[in-house]
């Protein structure tokens, strides 16, 4: 029998994140590998879900959602950045942020279209783009002054004749830059200059710390035309399993995902678009304690992995730290990691996975801090074996 996988999809195998947390299982290691936090939501919003079911919101919602989320978020959007959109043709909802983008890439790219995305870039991105027949040019973020940024002359040499779209992903995962506004305004005028479309990865929209401020691309002066603008509940409110996302963006690009969303899901779970409606409603006081309470988780885990010899980059968002592991003497993120749960009882991602070019991240390795003080104490307390 022949190979079964259509070729395009034949490089990627199981997630990097399904062999780490695997390899937790398996070894009883801590978890610092994927991100997911380790407590719950905001106890009324958990409720209203339950409530949802009680009352017998448990067949097929709308295929663009609950009219309720829909509103909520509209009003989320007007309130928070000052948008304007149309609950009834410019939102929709989706299966997390996801199928936002693989739904957004498949309804906007033709095949032999090319997408820009920074590496390190979350894994989906490359499978999406694959899934469309289209082609991921990676633009590199590296470290400058103690953040990943890019060049703005290589991501202007990246647009071809055959770019679509600009994938950007902000506050960023895995390197957890939140791009400024000056880097922000740099991608606007390229899309503007070239005809291109913006996608944009915004699920951390509201962990961001040291008073760093996000910005939404479509906010820029000419962007929300053509701005496919991605959030999701996981994130901000700490129900990663509840996979309930949206996408807002002008009338004929919400039609155009919405097209192929309906094949790929059809619609998203009803008690859990009630739940989030009330949440963008009456629980963003509760994401603010969030993010305060990640910011503290940062400075503790990254106080606790330089003691362990580890060079620790500063992230200003979303749940993770990226170290560079050479001064503990080791130059293969991926090799430590594998052998992370043997020598020190811990799991963490290797960021190199996520780079077109591996050999630009294979130094670094990436941490989770959405764990309890605890846990993160006692992983600092396992990995200062590597140094001792």
């Not at 070894?27 to 009352?55: E, Y």
């Not at 130059?331 to 996520?354: K, N, Y």
């Amino acid at each position: 029998m022949t190979e079964p996988l259509v070729s395009r999809m034949r490089t990627f195998g199981t997630t990097i994140f399904a062999e780490m947390s695997a390899l937790a299982v398996q070894t009883g290691s801590i978890n610092l590998g994927q991100g997911f936090p380790d407590t719950d939501g905001p106890a009324a919003m958990l409720d209203r879900a339950v409530q949802a079911i009680g009352a017998g919101a448990n067949q097929y919602p709308p295929g663009p959602g609950v009219l309720e989320l829909r509103q909520a978020v509209s009003e989320h959007r007007a309130a928070h950045y000052g948008l304007a959109y149309d609950p009834v043709d410019e939102i929709m909802v989706t299966v997390g942020a996801t199928e936002a983008v693989a739904a957004s890439v498949l309804a906007l790219c033709e095949p032999g279209d090319e997408v820009i995305a920074f590496e390190p870039y979350y894994d989906s991105y490359a499978a999406s783009i694959a899934l469309a027949q289209a082609r991921l040019v990676a633009v590199t973020l590296r470290p400058v002054d103690g953040r990943f940024t890019f060049d703005p002359e290589e991501l202007r040499a990246a647009v071809t004749p055959r770019t679509r779209a600009i994938l950007v992903n902000s506050p960023h995962n895995p390197t957890g830059t939140v791009f400024t506004r000056t880097e922000l305004t740099a991608i606007a005028e390229l899309c503007q200059e070239r005809g291109l479309i913006a996608i944009t990865d915004e699920v951390y929209e509201h962990l961001t710390f040291d008073g760093v401020e996000h910005v939404p691309m479509a906010t820029l002066p000419g962007m929300r035309e053509r701005t496919v603008m991605i959030s999701s509940a996981g994130k901000t409110f700490s129900v990663t399993g509840w996979k309930t996302g949206w996408v807002c963006a002008p009338a004929g690009l919400v039609t155009a995902v919405q097209t192929v969303k309906q094949f790929l899901t059809f619609t998203a779970s009803a008690p859990w678009q009630l739940a989030v409606a009330y949440g963008l409603r009456h629980e963003m006081e509760w994401v603010a304690a969030l993010g305060a309470g990640l910011q503290d988780k940062r400075d503790r885990l990254m106080e606790g992995l330089s003691a362990a010899g580890f060079s620790v980059l500063r992230p200003a968002g979303t749940y993770f730290v990226q170290t560079d592991i050479r001064p503990l003497g080791f130059s293969d993120g991926l090799e430590l990691t594998r052998r992370l749960p043997e020598l020190a009882g811990v799991v963490a991602i290797p960021t190199q996975v996520f780079y077109d070019h591996a050999e630009r991240g294979r130094h670094f390795v990436r941490f989770a801090f959405c764990k309890k003080d605890e846990v993160i104490d006692e992983a600092v307390t396992r990995l200062k074996r590597l140094s001792s």
